[in-house]
Structure formats: structure tokens, C-alpha cells
């Protein structure tokens, strides 16, 4: 299955009717070879913030970075929320159109010189990783068989003890609460964990800041679901980024759970 990206997700919502598909565009709106170059950069834009979430803290930075975009192709935010607008109505041609944006995308990754180390976990900036290991979208409904989204890694030699992960994706559309747990194991038998509960559409972010004097020996977690009879939960742009150990804010993983095999649960105080 082709992953189209945040702006696909979005046009599904907005659609109120599908009419007959139209291959020519009225005034105003964009060609399908610019939409599509377009919403490649829009994508390239928010993998942008993903990747460098603590210099893009607020909305005003990310409206800098968007607007940035729409700059560089000479379109203004009323020019792209009415081509938005209209191949959301004719969703054959913007299925099309999303299409030749990942064909863009894959087409500048392959470009990229292979890892010599022939591992493709990562993929680093900096001191910071994407680590997130499956699909960034996904669409639940009440007859999706599995409710949970499940992921394990285990190390490699870029871990680091102190290592600080992130989880965080963006719900659409959901009426019920979305739970998500992001866990790590360490050697000794002690686990650690901090997990969160999003009751409304938009951001979930979840941080584990791993022990600085313990060796991890996997980061593992979930997102839960439990979608009402007719409901359609659209979860994207998940991440799951690494960062060094940062002294400002080691002190905050004394607030994560922790267990210890064969000892009762309590909190790491």
C-alpha cells in the first residue's frame, strides 16, 4: 500500500461529495505536476519539524516553515487551500496526484548513497534518529481487526545510555480516546514506562528518557484504539525520534513508572 502522506488523510475528511472526475483544472487552481511538487515539499517540510521538533516549538515557527514552501513555488495560502479544496472533490484526480508525490519522494531517496554499514534503521540528523519502524499512517475502524499498533527495537550500536525517545503522531477524526505506552527494558530486570491517554483530534507527544547508568536492551510500546460502530480513525505522521541524553531534562524521567521483576510496581523516586 502506497503511504501518501498527511495532506491524502486530509482530503479524505473534507470530501462532503465525490463528484465525476474532471482531468482539467479551473483558474485558481493548481496543475497536477505542481500540486503534486507542492505537497512533496509540504511533506519534506514537516518531516522538517518532526526531525527538529525543539527549534519548532509553537505554531508560529511551523507557520514560518509552511509558509516557506508555499513561498518557494510562488503560491499563496488562498491559491492552496482552494486547489486543496477542489481535488478534494475529485478525488480520483488527487489520488493521482499524491501518488506522483511519493513517486518524487522515493525518487530523491533512492538518490541517496547507500548506508555502508547496510543498516537502514535509522535514519539520523544530527544527534537526532528516526527510529519509527512501520507504516506513519494508518486508518482504524470499528471493523479493523487489530486495535493496536505494536513495535520493538532492539540496540544497535548507535545507542547510547541517557538516550531520550519521543513518540508522537497526529489523530484525525477519532470520538474515542487513543492510548498509546513507550517502554523500555534494561538488562537488570527493570523496566521503565510512560503512557498517555489523547481524548481529542491532534497531537499526541509521549517522551522515555532512558537511565543514564543501566543498559537498555529494547525500546517497545503500542497505540490503542477502540473506535465506536461507524467511526474512521486516520493516525499519521507517527515518529519516534532519538535524541542524546540532555542534561536540562534528565531529571523529569523520575516521574516515568517503573517495575522490577518480581518486585511491585512504584515509581522511580
Same mark, same amino acid.
Given at each position: ?16 461529495? +465525490? ?5 482539467? *483544472?479551473?483558474? !485558481? @487552481?493548481?496543475?497536477? #505536476?505542481?500540486?503534486? /511538487? %507542492? ?24 507557520? +514560518? ?5 508555499? *513561498?518557494?513555488? !510562488? @503560491?499563496?495560502?488562498? #491559491?492552496?487551500?482552494? /486547489? %486543496? ?31 555502508? *554499514? ?152
Amino acid at each position: 500500500m502506497k503511504h501518501h502522506g498527511p495532506l491524502y488523510l486530509l482530503s479524505i475528511l473534507i470530501v462532503a461529495t +465525490v463528484a465525476s472526475s474532471c482531468s482539467k *483544472t479551473p483558474g !485558481g @487552481v493548481l496543475e497536477p #505536476e505542481e500540486m503534486a /511538487s %507542492l505537497i512533496a515539499d509540504v511533506y519534506r517540510g514537516e518531516a522538517v519539524i518532526e526531525f527538529n521538533h525543539a527549534s519548532y516549538y509553537n505554531d508560529s515557527l511551523k507557520k +514560518v516553515v509552511k509558509q516557506s514552501v508555499l *513561498t518557494a513555488h !510562488g @503560491v499563496n495560502q488562498e #491559491e492552496f487551500d482552494s /486547489s %486543496l479544496s477542489w481535488y478534494g472533490h475529485h478525488i480520483g484526480d488527487y489520488i493521482r496526484i499524491c501518488d506522483r508525490a511519493v513517486e518524487i519522494l522515493e525518487a530523491e531517496a533512492k538518490a541517496i548513497p547507500d548506508d555502508p *554499514t547496510g543498516s537502514n534503521q535509522m535514519v539520523v540528523a544530527g544527534d537526532s534518529a528516526q527510529v519509527w519502524p512501520l507504516s506513519r499512517y494508518y486508518l482504524i475502524t470499528s471493523n479493523t481487526p487489530g486495535r493496536h499498533v505494536i513495535f520493538n527495537l532492539t540496540p544497535d550500536e548507535t545507542w547510547e545510555h541517557g538516550d531520550e525517545y519521543q513518540l508522537a503522531f497526529k489523530i484525525i477524526n477519532s470520538r474515542t480516546p487513543v492510548r498509546s505506552l513507550l517502554a523500555t527494558s534494561y538488562e537488570d530486570g527493570r523496566t521503565e514506562y510512560t503512557s498517555h491517554e489523547q481524548n481529542e483530534d491532534g497531537w499526541s507527544r509521549s517522551t522515555l528518557r532512558l537511565d543514564s547508568t543501566r543498559t537498555s536492551k529494547s525500546i517497545y510500546g503500542f497505540i490503542e484504539f477502540n473506535p465506536a460502530d461507524g467511526e474512521n480513525i486516520y493516525v499519521d505522521s507517527i515518529s519516534l525520534i532519538r535524541t542524546r541524553l540532555n542534561p536540562a531534562t534528565y531529571r523529569n524521567r523520575y516521574r516515568q513508572n517503573t517495575f522490577d521483576y518480581g518486585k511491585k510496581s512504584d515509581n522511580d523516586h
